[in-house]
């Protein structure tokens, strides 16, 4: 079974959403496997459900929300340095410089 | 629930007069015309550009005759191109009092605040014996947003809306949701809602024009509290915003000032017509709320995950906190704890139950959290729209 922290908004999905802060050390259960929690997840972080190869779509609610940049393993953070959108880039404060530049 | 009758027919749920800006320039003397009133329902609202805009005008138009508002006062420097004989006129017509303080023609600043206190004391008076009358659900227009969102918006505090949005739709009532550049990513899934085939392009278009007008800016509507919050993408935050609009089917598209017909869900489209001309369609929520109160919502049911505190003038609005460590931080600025499905101590179908009664007790009069503390938010900006097309609304014969 999978962590009751943890929360899979739909079947289709390959993240899960963090319900409770997770402290690094801690460890998850992701279908049936313990995984080391590597750094803090505050609530509403995504995990990932399994393997997810680079170019892989992520799967949220059911439909994608974007590709994954690099190849992420079960259990690691996913979000704005391995997630990118496939409509419009994530303004970031510290990178306010080369996202402007980018455009 | 009673609701203040005005002479045009239409029931509000709250007795304000606003205090209306026409320029920046009129806007201090505005603000402390209002401000001694501020406790008493006198709103400060305003716009504040020296050049003519259709859009402001038709905005200001509907504001200033908005049910929950009772009585105008204008406030113009004198030299603005703000049309403000036409928007005198307008109010006027609909029986409201309206009276317009032309600062360069009543000497200056502080003649012009006094004779502007004085207005505002006398028809305060008189909207103390305003009518009352009954008011039912089915007469109700409720607007749904959301801001300083995270991840925790989508999963509790957006479904518990869609959930009040569902109960209110069945009784009868008027639920507006918007902003179709945090729709980007889910035009299709919201599309297969639609009433009626033809209102299908409609909508997708309108997402579409949404996506090319930030793109065009090159920014989406996401702010770096959207990431802290563990928020990844656009698409993402679309998914969980989406999720306010409930179950039921879409009847139309409206465009900021457009009142839709009686009873059913509304989609409103915020994004300007047309080439880029005047930036970002959504400067803040302020900006949306305005524009939800100008297509007629009584009151406003806002979603929020980081923490947003701001309320509005003219209506009361809800704060539905979607993250218990929010809740917990600024219990003073929220109205329902969503944040309870996280924490197992409630259901999502409990929580709209509750938001859905919420919002009863305010149209009733129950004062939300940010009207206790003395918000009054207001901000109008220039746009531009084109007329809707026949596809957006139900034939006038099936109402």
């Known amino acids: ?103 | 629930m009673k609701g203040y009758l005005r002479p045009d027919g239409r029931k509000g749920v709250r007795n304000v007069l606003v205090v209306a800006y026409l320029v920046e320039c009129a806007r201090h003397v505005a603000h402390q015309i209002a401000w001694p009133f501020r406790d008493r329902q006198a709103h400060l609202i305003g716009f504040g550009g020296c050049y003519p805009n259709a859009y402001a005008l038709q905005m200001m138009k509907r504001l200033c005759t908005h049910p929950n508002v009772g009585g105008v006062l204008l406030v113009s420097l004198g030299c603005e191109s703000f049309n403000r004989a036409e928007l005198a006129q307008h109010v006027g017509a609909t029986g409201r009092p309206v009276h317009t303080v032309v600062i360069q023609e009543s000497g200056g600043t502080t003649k012009s605040i006094a004779a502007g206190r004085q207005w505002v004391e006398t028809v305060l008076t008189q909207l103390q014996a305003s009518p009352r009358a009954d008011l039912t659900v089915r007469e109700l227009v409720v607007g749904a947003i959301c801001g300083g969102s995270d991840a925790t918006s989508g999963i509790t505090a957006n479904p518990a809306i869609g959930r009040a949005f569902d109960l209110l739709v069945e009784a009868g009532a008027t639920a507006i949701f918007e902003e179709t550049g945090e729709l980007i990513g889910c035009e299709q899934v919201m599309a297969e809602r639609a009433a009626r085939p033809e209102l299908r392009p409609e909508l997708i278009a309108a997402v579409a024009k949404a996506a090319r007008h930030y793109a065009t800016l090159g920014h989406g509507s996401f702010a770096p509290g959207n990431a802290e919050g563990g928020l990844t993408t656009i698409e993402e935050k679309s998914m969980g915003a989406y999720s306010k609009s409930g179950r039921s089917p879409i009847m139309g598209l409206i465009k900021p000032g457009d009142v839709p017909p009686p009873g059913g869900l509304y989609l409103l489209d915020v994004v300007p017509d047309g080439e880029v001309r005047f930036g970002f369609a959504n400067i803040n929520d302020t900006a949306e709320i305005a524009e939800l109160i100008a297509s007629g919502s009584h009151l406003i049911l806002f979603s929020t995950g980081r923490g947003s505190v701001v309320g509005s003038a003219i209506a009361p609005v809800i704060k539905v906190c979607a993250n218990p460590e929010t809740y917990r931080r600024m219990t003073e600025d929220m109205d329902v704890n969503a944040g309870r499905i996280l924490e197992g101590q409630a259901t999502l179908e409990e929580v709209g139950q509750e938001v859905f009664a919420r919002v009863l007790r305010t149209a009733a009069g129950e004062r939300t959290a940010s009207e206790t503390i003395g918000h009054q938010e207001f901000t109008l900006t220039y746009k531009t729209f084109e007329p809707l097309g026949p596809a957006c609304l139900p034939a006038a014969g099936n109402l």
């Open chain 1, 1 to 103: 079974m999978t962590d009751r922290r943890l929360l899979q908004l739909d079947p289709r999905d390959n993240v899960l959403t963090v319900i409770a802060t997770l402290e690094a050390g801690e460890t998850i259960c992701l279908a049936g496997k313990q995984v080391p929690v590597r750094q803090r997840l505050p609530l509403g972080h995504k995990v990932a459900a399994c393997d997810i190869p680079a170019g892989a779509k992520i799967i949220k609610y059911g439909v994608p929300i974007g590709s994954a940049t690099v190849g992420i393993a079960a259990g690691e953070h996913v979000h704005v340095h391995n997630l990118k959108s496939d409509h419009l880039p994530t303004y970031q404060r510290e990178t306010q410089a080369s996202y402007f530049d980018q455009q």
